[in-house]
């Protein structure tokens, strides 16, 4: 725990019992606990739900109502901090209770040492903060998904949609000339309508390609970065491609596939659009029982803590989904950007042991 004052809201009904936890609480050197006591429950709810206290004790058995009830309703009020039941007597039913109830701990009064509940408010904290990364985690990446998939709809309006609603005003007028007994070659060239879906075969072609590039199935992820950097340096001429696979093909578990490729993917657009780079650098390698991928450019570099802390939750995706793309399959994601030496990501994954992939 850190060194900053954690502040406890105790909702406990008997005077001594408040002395005994303020007692409790005092005899630890760190943190310094800030405590307030509430003595009923009547007012406990608004300030269990104020949004103001770090942790908050609950008493078993209020005067009126169980600690239990009263924990249930603040959570359903939208109480954000997490709560530890105390109790007089233990009682295995009500610690099975208490967990269902969403309780972060169940503590026996006559049994609670500073040290143990210095420890048990530390890890109900320290689980929280984890509750709610990971909450914001699926959030985000809920929204990553609407976003693409409003993407696809508008592209595939745009695109494929316009053009088969041509194709089949075009077939409609071709087919009324016809049935009116007029010839073939006038109107709408068929040549012309042969030329529109041949296009919308190709449109569709590159929205599956975008999709899920059919190259990695095909023919493995190692050619697929192979081709990935030629267009890459076909298309910035002005940048230096260097790349090394020190790696096989069978090396690399198949759902990884599609997560190396994402991180490069975004890893290039990247210094393509923001680092002013003369030259970038792509490894994958096999290396002391680890997959490791790296992608460095010699760029203009930026402040990592500013754009990763202060992000706008709809913007600036990139970053983020690479580092959560890397975390959720198992990888370790390091980012080291400086003004003068550019951009390195570094991503690496025990090998042969992927938890999850991510859709791609
Ligand atoms: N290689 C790089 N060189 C310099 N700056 C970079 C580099 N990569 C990222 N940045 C900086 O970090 C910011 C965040 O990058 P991120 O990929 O998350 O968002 P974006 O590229 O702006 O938008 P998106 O990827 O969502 O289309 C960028 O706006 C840029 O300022
Ligand atoms: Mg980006």
């Not at 709810?45 to 239990?68: A, E, K, N």
């Not at 042969?352 to 859709?359: A, D, K, N, R, T």
């Amino acid at each position: 725990m850190t060194d900053a004052t954690v502040k406890v809201l105790l909702v406990e009904d008997d005077e001594d019992d408040y002395i005994l936890v303020k007692d409790l609480l005092e005899e630890v050197n760190s943190p310094r606990f800030e405590l307030k006591w509430v003595a009923s429950d009547d007012g406990a709810l608004q300030d269990m739900c104020s949004g103001q206290y770090d942790i908050c004790l609950v008493d078993y058995r209020l005067g009126t109502r169980s600690g239990l009830d009263l924990m249930t309703d603040a959570k359903a009020k939208g109480m954000r901090c997490p709560a530890i039941l105390l109790t007089g007597y233990g009682d295995h039913d009500v610690d099975l209770k208490a967990t269902k109830a969403g309780a972060a701990d169940y503590l026996e009064k006559s049994l609670i040492t500073p040290a143990l509940l210095e420890r048990s408010i530390r890890y109900a904290m320290e689980n929280a903060q984890t509750t709610l990364a990971l909450q914001n985690l699926s959030r985000r990446i809920l929204s990553a998904h609407e976003d693409e998939r409003k993407r696809i709809a508008q592209e595939l309006h745009d695109s494929s949609g316009s053009s088969l609603t041509a194709i089949k005003i075009g077939l409609e007028s071709k087919l009324e000339a016809m049935r009116k007994g007029k010839d073939a070659v006038e109107g709408i060239r068929l040549e012309d309508l042969i030329r529109l879906v041949q296009d919308t075969i190709k449109e569709t072609r590159r929205m599956q390609q975008a999709l899920r590039p059919p190259i990695i199935d095909d023919l493995g992820i190692v050619v697929a970065l192979r081709s990935l950097c030629r267009d890459f340096a076909k298309f910035c001429p002005d940048i230096q491609i260097q790349h090394s696979f020190d790696i096989q093909e069978e090396e690399i578990p198949e759902p990884l596939k599609i997560v190396i490729y994402r991180v490069c993917q975004e890893a290039f657009n990247n210094i393509v659009k923001h680092s002013s780079a003369t030259s970038a650098c792509m490894i994958l390698r096999k290396w002391e029982g680890r997959i490791e991928l790296s992608i460095e450019d010699n760029g203009q570099g930026f402040d990592p803590r500013k754009v990763l802390e202060g992000r706008d939750i709809r913007r600036e995706m990139g970053l983020a989904s690479m580092k959560e793309r890397s975390e959720l399959s198992g990888g370790f994601f390091s980012l080291c950007s400086s003004e003068s030496k550019g951009t390195a990501i570094l991503v690496s994954w025990p090998a042969g042991s992927v938890h999850y992939s991510l859709p791609a």
